[in-house]
């Protein structure tokens, strides 16, 4: 059995934000990855950047310096 990890997701209300995002980020090293909305989640588009907790304070302000919206930060486990 899979054991779930506490973990940031960062959702977004469109697919290009999203996009712009993981471009954003994987070419500033930001850590995280896109991934589908987790179900206990609902957002716009159904793609989501998740990260490590700690990270989560870097990727928002890496994502508000670049002038990406993103609709909403979660703490969830999976």
Not at 12 to 30: H, I, P, Q, R, S
Request: with cysteine.
């Amino acid at each position: 059995m899979l054991q779930k990890k506490p973990c940031v997701v960062v959702t977004f209300d469109a697919t290009a934000a999203a996009m712009a995002a993981e471009k954003y980020c994987l070419a500033n090293g930001v850590a995280g990855r896109l991934i589908p909305v987790p179900r206990e989640i609902t957002a716009g588009c159904g793609l989501a950047w998740k990260t490590a907790p700690e990270q989560e304070e870097a990727v928002t302000a890496a994502l508000r310096s670049a002038g990406i919206e993103y609709s909403g930060v979660h703490r969830i486990e999976i």
